[in-house]
């Protein structure tokens, strides 16, 4: 059980563990999804895609396609020129080259999977076969793949408007770094890899509109993490007034960020449905989505660390190449930016220095993948303290100890200019090493040694910027909207700007309004996702949905409670301050036999016959919380793992995680986040990886070839907690879904390069595949 | 999924399967539990006019002893074949290896039938069927035919099968005394077919030599394949680790590996003599009774 945490069971809704309420249907095949919408008359899109990565389009011949059975309707990038604006991107940075995608290409196509055509049919079927009729004459360009050559001399460049394939440079520096090498004992350099990853939800995307001409509104359904961002950004693409334009994000089978987008298609089906006055659908294929789906990660990073013989940081200086693809989707240009503000992770190190090139490539976008920069910031830092350990012979737990900050210094100024929130980390680390009694497996390394097997022990101590966050550092604000509405029959509805797509906040904002109210979770509904029945909201990611919308909503709660206090106060003539909200009843701490029924409170504030001099009838309440600051939270993993010498698999054994997100509504759920997150990162560390050869195919375009954790492949993992909340909100929360993925990669390949230590390896890139690993043990045996 | 379009047929019997792959020729198909057909069907890398439905053929299904031997039908899953009492007890290897094929749904639908048709170079079978010394049998309109497992295999994705030719059934033979048999492989990670998979049958004297034995390998080459280099190496000899050792290092010799994302011919060919000493470790231990 958690450290900080008593054992004994909470005696309230918040802190329990208590099953999903949304599981029932999801289990049973209830859930509905974009692909359960059936609308009467309703036609099926599908979507010509290029097969090159970079190609001239000399002609489209639709001819053969629009006279086939079943066809409604087929369009090509003319046809809807200047009906649609290209896909948007939020990012303004100085000197930035942009490169949008257009909904349609017209004459040139970028990347795979690039849409240059759209069938209608009246049945997903006709629509299949059309495409193949659909004659798209190519003059195959040179294909710019490798981001190092993309910036090199001669490259072709991708967007002709621009000079050359650097998309923009940043920069970010703290302290003196000059001073912090000169004063080093040593410096440490190594490459490292954070490869490209698909994200792979469930749910592939997915999108239905219908346009009812009489009443000149669109709806969109959509697979989205964003629906009221998604709205705003239909009606500039389309040209639509907003107050015309519902979004509904319907049951979403998960996103991991692919779905904090918005994508051609979402453009497209909605203008179709309005051009053709008929409902349109439109369901992503697996291999679409491997192919035109936001990608993940993509960054070379080239670090160097100055350290002082006893090791401590000194300074830390990173030149980031960034692979942003072909196009810029809503964030990209972003991402690798939050890498740089994170480099420092969980130390006191007094300079940094980091140096970012993004650079445009022939391949999808990269955009917000779980975590979004802060897994490369960790795996980097986690990477560069194993190396200082390595290099000094020291315990990587020692070195760890050394650069922490202890928790007295919080808030703590960190160079890169974040503030940290609250934090232990050597309470953290202590209780990470305890449960994993890491004495015990070091003395078992060395006795398997001897015997020619090969263990390693990884640690990764991380801190991570989530709860998204102050609006000042965020496109389209940072802020969460929250309602509470108290219906006449004591039945409470939440309505909620966060969009949960399997976090389970229809669960956790259940348990803390029932709290509040005094009420079963089960009387209350959090209603998400449609922007006609939710005031405006942000969305769900950035591990913000609890931090910032959980306040929102908290607020209201606050509100509704204590309008309730003064109409119960009213009503038993007690003083409305000492209402207690307890098992469906008000009363007064004073008074507590002469209760009240909860429901026939909210009563009399809807009938509304004797309410208190001054007071509105109803109980209803909205919040838009503006977060002071990102929370931070923290934790230590660590990993065991076995190398088979001989063949180079890598066998997880042993996982450990003490995490802190600051005070926990849901433990159960916070267990799940977290075993989700680190599986998603055992699937970087060890087997995901988008590969396009050198012509720009993705050649990992299935899951067939595209390798993801199963269960067989994970070890027990076993989670614990410290609590540290936060000061940035009054529920003392953090953020926990991304944490998992964010902390757990360098723990992974610390120790998979600690069992490869008596080969002499100090780093092996990710994914740690078996035959990289045997090529790293067979060059070591033959250099012997 | 959504293929290009088809005719459907199903049979009510093998003669008017028959019937139909003659009619059609080229053009037509066999589905049997479709895990081969139907992917690429999905991705129209086949696109058949005909597609003749033999999976509800009840005549070729089951498992049974017949003359000595154990008659598996075509249209057996390897889910049935992992489970079966029968195929557990006179040919363990078998159900060894149908266990390791994919995943519970895949062993619940596919057939090894159709596997052995389809001829993955991949595929878990063809390499237990070769250390067997299995025979395959052959339906056409003239009548029947038995193919040894050794002949089998042709080319990737090409058998002895003639057009016009429906395989119907397997027969092993029980396995002997003092034989021990393995199925080790190294799966590829995402799609979990062999990289290299090693089928050993190993039968040893009283006096510890190795009296028999046979090594398939699937995964490395185009086809599966007998390491007779490994046999050669092996007969008569001590059954011990050592002379394993020198003799898995054979394992493909002759064979030019294949070479892709996820295994590059230097590996195969290494994996190829690490799981074949493995496996007939393994094998050498089962022979003599012992746990694993």
Request: glycine content about 10%; proline content about 6%.
């Amino acid at each position: 059980m958690a450290a900080g945490v008593g054992t004994a069971a909470p005696k309230g809704h918040i802190g329990r563990a208590m099953k999903r309420k949304e599981d029932p249907r999801l289990i049973q095949g209830l859930g509905r999804y974009v692909e359960d919408i059936a609308l009467p008359g309703m036609v099926y899109a599908g979507i010509v895609r290029s097969p090159h990565a970079h190609a001239k389009i000399r002609s489209i011949d639709t001819s053969k396609a629009q006279t086939a059975p079943g066809v409604v309707a087929v369009l090509t990038g003319e046809d809807i020129r200047g009906a649609i604006a290209p896909v948007p991107c939020a990012i303004q940075m100085p000197d930035l080259k942009m490169a949008l995608r257009p909904v349609l290409a017209t004459d040139r196509v970028r990347c795979v999977g690039e849409g240059v055509a759209v069938v209608v049919g009246s049945d997903k079927y006709a629509v299949r076969d059309a495409l193949d009729l659909i004659e798209v004459d190519y003059a195959p360009l040179p294909a710019v793949v490798d981001p190092e050559k993309a910036i090199s001399k001669g490259a072709s460049v991708i967007h002709s408007q621009h000079k050359d394939n650097v998309a923009y440079k940043w920069e970010l520096e703290g302290g003196d770094l000059k001073k912090a090498f000169a004063q080093a004992d040593k410096v440490i350099r190594q490459r490292m890899i954070n490869q490209r990853l698909i994200p792979v939800p469930m749910e592939t995307r997915g999108v239905v509109a219908e346009y009812r001409a009489g009443e000149k509104k669109l709806t969109v359904w959509s697979a989205t993490q964003i629906p009221h961002l998604l709205r705003t950004q239909l009606a500039a693409m389309l040209g639509a007034p907003e107050h015309s334009v519902q979004v509904i994000a319907p049951e979403v089978g998960g996103g991991f960020g692919s779905k904090l987008n918005v994508y051609a298609e979402e453009a497209l089906v909605a203008h179709l449905a309005m051009r053709l006055a008929k409902p349109v659908k439109w369901i992503e294929s697996r291999r679409e989505n491997f192919q035109a789906t936001i990608h993940g990660r993509d960054q070379i990073v080239d670090a160097e660390v100055a350290v002082k013989n006893d090791g401590t940081l000194l300074g830390l200086r990173c030149r980031v190449i960034a692979d942003l693809g072909a196009y810029f989707q809503l964030l990209t240009p972003l991402v690798p930016t939050l890498t740089g503000l994170m480099i420092a992770g969980c130390y006191k190190i007094p300079a940094v220095r980091v140096e970012i090139t993004g650079v445009f490539t022939n391949k999808m976008a990269t955009d917000a993948y779980r975590g979004a920069g802060r897994p490369e910031a960790t795996y980097i830092i986690e990477r560069v303290l194993d190396l200082v350990a390595a290099e000094l012979k020291k315990d990587p737990a020692e070195v760890r100890r050394k650069n922490f900050p202890k928790p007295k210094e919080f808030p703590y100024a960190a160079p890169t200019g974040l503030v940290y929130d609250s934090a232990d980390y050597q309470t953290s680390l202590d209780t990470a090493l305890k449960l994993a009694n890491y004495p015990k497996l070091r003395q078992e390394q060395d006795r398997l040694r001897k015997k020619g097997r090969y263990m390693g022990i990884g640690l990764s101590t991380y801190v991570e910027v989530c709860g998204m966050g102050p609006s000042s550092a965020m496109p389209a604000g940072g802020w969460e909207s929250g309602t509470v509405r108290v219906e006449p029959t004591g039945k409470v509805t939440v309505l909620t700007g966060s969009s949960p797509h399997g976090q389970g906040q229809e669960t956790t904002f259940a348990q803390i309004a029932a709290e509040m109210l005094g009420l079963d979770p089960e009387d209350v509904n959090v209603l998400h996702g449609d922007t006609t029945a939710v005031p405006y909201g942000i969305g769900t990611f950035g591990s913000r949905a609890t931090a910032v919308g959980g306040t929102a909503m908290y607020l209201s709660l606050v509100k509704v409670r204590d309008k309730l206090s003064q109409m119960a106060g009213h009503i038993l003539a007690e003083d409305p301050k000492k209402m207690v909200f307890e098992g469906g009843k008000v009363y007064s701490k004073s008074a507590p036999k002469k209760s009240l029924d909860f429901a026939a409170v909210v009563g009399a504030a809807y009938t509304a016959k004797t309410l208190p001099a001054g007071m509105e009838p109803g109980v209803e309440a909205t919040t838009f919380f503006e977060p002071s600051n990102f929370v931070f939270p923290f934790g230590a993993h660590i990993c065991v793992v076995e190398v088979d010498a001989e063949t180079g698999d890598v066998r997880l054994q042993k996982y450990v995680a003490v995490d802190d997100c600051g005070n926990v509504i849901n433990p159960l759920l916070v267990d799940g986040q977290i075993h989700g997150g680190i599986v998603q990162s055992v699937g970087q560390a060890m087997f995901e990886e988008a590969v396009y050869d050198e012509q720009g195919q993705l050649i990992t375009g299935e899951l067939m070839d595209y390798a993801i954790p199963r269960a067989a492949d994970l070890p027990r993992i076993q989670t614990a907690r410290t609590v540290t909340p936060s000061p940035v909100n009054p529920m003392g929360v953090k953020g926990v879904g991304e944490a998992g993925t964010i902390g757990s990669t360098p723990a992974i390949v610390n120790a998979v390069v600690d069992a490869l230590a008596p080969f002499g390896v100090r780093h092996v890139d990710m994914p740690v595949k078996r035959e990289r690993i045997w090529r790293l043990i067979r060059q070591a045996r033959e250099g012997r | 999924m959504i293929p290009a379009p088809f005719q459907y047929h199903t049979p009510k019997t093998v003669e008017e399967a028959l019937r139909l792959l003659e009619r059609h020729g080229d053009e037509a198909k066999l589905l049997a539990g479709g895990h081969s057909l139907l992917p690429l069907m999905k991705l129209r890398l086949a696109a058949p006019r005909y597609v003749i439905d033999i999976g509800r053929l009840k005549t070729l299904g089951g498992i049974r002893e017949v003359r000595g031997k154990i008659a598996i039908g075509a249209l057996t899953t390897h889910a049935e074949i992992e489970a079966s009492d029968l195929v557990r007890r006179h040919c363990p290897l078998l159900a060894e290896t149908a266990g390791e094929i994919g995943d519970a749904q895949v062993r619940n639908r596919g057939t090894v039938g159709g596997s052995l048709a389809h001829a993955d170079p991949a595929a878990d079978y063809p390499a237990a069927i070769l250390a067997l010394d299995a025979e395959i049998v052959a339906a056409s309109k003239s009548g029947h035919r038995t193919i040894p497992a050794a002949e089998f295999f042709v080319d990737m994705l090409t058998t002895k099968l003639r057009p016009g030719e429906i395989l119907t059934e397997v027969r092993v033979a029980p396995m002997s005394a003092k034989t021990g048999t393995a199925y080790m492989k190294l799966p590829q990670p995402a799609s979990g077919f062999a990289l290299v998979g090693v089928a050993v049958r190993l039968a040893i004297s009283r006096a510890g030599k190795v009296d028999d034995v046979r090594v398939g390998i699937t995964g490395v080459g185009l086809k599966a394949y007998r390491a007779t280099a490994v046999e050669n190496a092996l007969r008569g000899n001590p059954a011990e680790d050592k002379m394993f050792a020198e003799a898995a290092s054979f394992a493909a010799q002759g064979i030019e590996p294949l070479s892709d994302l996820h295994a590059s011919a230097a590996y195969r060919k290494e994996m190829a003599a690490v799981f074949t000493r493995r496996a007939l470790h393994r094998a050498l231990g089962r022979a003599r009774g012992k746990a694993d």
